[in-house]
């Protein structure tokens, strides 16, 4: 999975990028845009608590990668997102807009004061603007080439949604228009975590009721987040952060509530597989198969699907073993269309 990471000039947006993935990020240069991407593991105790039990040599995450884009420069048109932005952004699964509310008149905001919410209107704008010319464009090759009729009426359904200055998450499809619509990747359409980053002062107070009202009306997540903080708390070696985080008055970093946050918005659930040669969490849809989790650890589990055994992460740690689990009845046995759980243990039995 991707996520794209969004902002103004000046927003801490490359600091929010810096605090999630540490100095282990690839460059990446798309048409003259520096494009950063790093890999961030999705925190999860219930695969810590199965390392502490099998102790395997191997531990996999589940993760995500995040894109670092190109600092928006806003002029009278708008936000100012390059093409260059737009295409790499449609790429991404979903996408993160950094929203400054810090004050620093060393770093000044370029469009002179911090308003969050205006930013925030002009993120969402900026979103539909860009799906509204790409729909325009289609609508108007197709005219001349007289397209599909079903094609046509899902674009002037998803016009309609815009023109009524609304993003494309809000917009009810059924199943067709779902399908004909998701090709076209409109950065409408895609999950939105608005992040506000805000000043130390502020850590721990809830941003304001026009910015939560905002983020429910147009379906999208709000996160407060101190990019400032959490890149001092990312350079700090593992026992300096928790006594960092006690000082703080804080259970956990920002970093990790916001990864989970992600993780949540991009509708992923994590199963988990476990002996004493690897750990793995695997990242999979919510609603997902049993066979089509297991042609998730391997093409052949799915194609030889004969069942899964699943027992629940709590209930394996009550039980203490996958053979006491089996030999006390609390190993299930589940077929094809079985419905994979968040937080399920999974043993595969197939045959190829």
């Known amino acids: 999975m991707k996520v794209a990471i969004i902002g103004l000039h000046q927003s801490g947006k490359t600091t929010v990028f810096k605090s999630l993935v540490g100095a282990v990020a690839s460059p990446k240069n798309s048409h003259g845009q520096g494009i950063h991407v790093g890999n961030v593991k999705v925190p999860d105790n219930r695969l810590d608590r199965l390392v502490e039990i099998f102790n395997p040599p191997k531990i996999v ?6 894109m ?10 708008g936000t100012g997102l390059t093409p260059q932005v737009i295409i790499e952004m449609r790429s991404a699964d979903a996408i993160v807009a950094v929203v400054r509310a810090f004050n620093n008149p060393s770093v000044p905001h370029p469009l002179d004061t911090i308003d969050p919410l205006r930013d925030m209107k002009n993120i969402e704008a900026e979103l539909n603007v860009t799906d509204m010319i790409q729909i325009e464009n289609r609508l108007q090759r197709m005219a001349r080439e007289r397209s ?10 998803a016009k309609e949604c815009l023109d009524a200055e609304k993003p494309l998450r809000l917009l009810d ?16 359409r895609k999950p939105l ?3 506000l980053n ?6 721990g107070k809830p941003p304001g009721k026009e910015l939560t009202d905002f983020a429910e009306r147009n379906d999208c997540s709000l996160m407060p987040y101190c990019a400032e903080v959490e890149l001092e708390i990312s350079e700090l070696q593992p026992d300096e952060q928790a006594g960092f985080l006690v000082e703080m008055g804080l259970h956990d970093s920002g970093k990790d509530r916001f990864v989970r946050k992600v993780y949540e918005m991009l509708r992923l659930i994590s199963f988990f597989t476990a002996g004493e040669t690897e750990v793995h969490a695997w990242s999979v849809a919510k609603g997902i198969r049993a066979i089509n989790a297991a042609g ?26 996958m053979q006491a689990a089996r030999e006390s009845g609390h190993l299930r046995l589940e077929g094809k269309d079985y419905e994979v759980c968040d937080g399920d243990m999974v043993v595969f039995r197939f045959n190829v």
């Open 193 to 195: 975590l608005l992040l």
């Open 68 to 77: 670092d884009m190109a600092g928006a420069r806003p002029d009278e048109k």
């Open 296 to 321: 998730k650890v391997h093409s052949d589990m799915e194609r030889g699907f004969i069942r899964a055994e699943i027992i629940n992460f709590e209930d394996f740690v009550k039980i203490g073993s």
């Open 198 to 203: 805000i000043s130390e002062q502020d850590i």
């Open 61 to 66: 995450h589940a993760d995500i990668d995040f």
């Open 148 to 157: 599909d009729t079903m094609e046509k009426e899902a674009l002037l359904k």
């Open 173 to 188: 499809m059924n199943e067709t228009e779902i399908r004909i619509l998701t090709g076209f990747h409109f950065l409408s």
